[in-house]
């Protein structure tokens, strides 16, 4: 079953504009983790934020964690045509060994 | 850097074939995985293996089976392949101590069943 869902699915925007990613899980966590996957590759590790925590950067990444929520938020601040991936959030549940994946948001930025 | 190497970027097969994906890492990491990734549902855990000829089932093991006899090579089989299990499969390790470790992912294995 999905634990985490990305809202919204799809997003295109400008350069240079801010891209905010959201994604909401279903029970409690460990810590949530991005991703980030350029099209036809593996994923890549962006950042990692602990339940305890609510705010964590990252060069132009800002994550943000709401726990009485059960969501996260990813900001990419100034964006690049090079940002162009999918994103992906994943979270880590106690009791389960292996993270579980939304289905991701597919960011567009076009120069 | 991690190195997570899938032996096959692109596989064409027949049904019914026995289908072998294989997956090494160079970190020396207890954890591997395996996921599937199909467009609108994200990626979903197949397998994963947690120690030398150890496995568990993930959340879609049917008509997968893994092998894991040394450390660092994690293979996928299936053993009838099907057109249902045409996809991206991605192999994944990290280091033990509990699911918090950041995963790192080899850059996948397109196979198409026909």
């Known amino acids: 079953s999905q634990q985490g869902e990305e809202d919204p699915q799809a997003l295109s925007i400008q350069e240079g504009e801010n891209a905010t990613m959201n994604c909401s899980y279903k029970?409690?966590?460990?810590?949530l983790q991005w991703y980030r996957q350029n099209s036809g590759r593996g994923l890549v590790h962006l950042i990692l934020i602990r339940s305890n925590e609510r705010e964590k950067h990252s060069g132009r990444l800002r994550v943000t964690l709401d726990t009485s929520k059960k969501s996260s938020s990813l900001l990419i601040t100034a964006s690049r045509a090079a940002d162009t991936a999918s994103y992906f959030c994943?979270?880590?549940?106690?009791?389960?060994?292996?993270?579980?994946f939304g289905s991701g948001t597919r960011l567009q930025v076009q120069p | 850097d991690v190195k997570v190497t899938q032996s096959s970027r692109y596989l064409v097969k027949r049904t019914g074939e026995k289908v072998f994906l294989e997956c090494v890492q160079d970190?020396?990491?207890?954890?591997m995985f395996w996921y599937r990734q199909d467009p609108g549902l994200g990626l979903r855990l197949i397998y994963f293996?947690?120690?030398?000829?150890?496995?568990e089932k993930g959340d879609i093991p049917e008509g997968y089976s893994v092998s894991r006899e040394k450390k660092e090579r994690f293979s996928l089989i299936l053993e009838s392949a099907s057109t249902n299990q045409t996809s991206m499969y991605l192999c994944a390790s990290s280091l033990t101590g509990g699911v918090g470790n950041t995963i790192y992912f080899g850059e996948g294995s397109w196979l198409t069943v026909v």
């Open positions: 029970t409690s966590i460990n810590n």
């Open positions: 293996s947690y120690d030398v000829k150890m496995k």
């Open positions: 970190m020396d990491h207890e954890n």
């Open positions: 994943a979270t880590a549940v106690t009791g389960r060994r292996a993270l579980t």
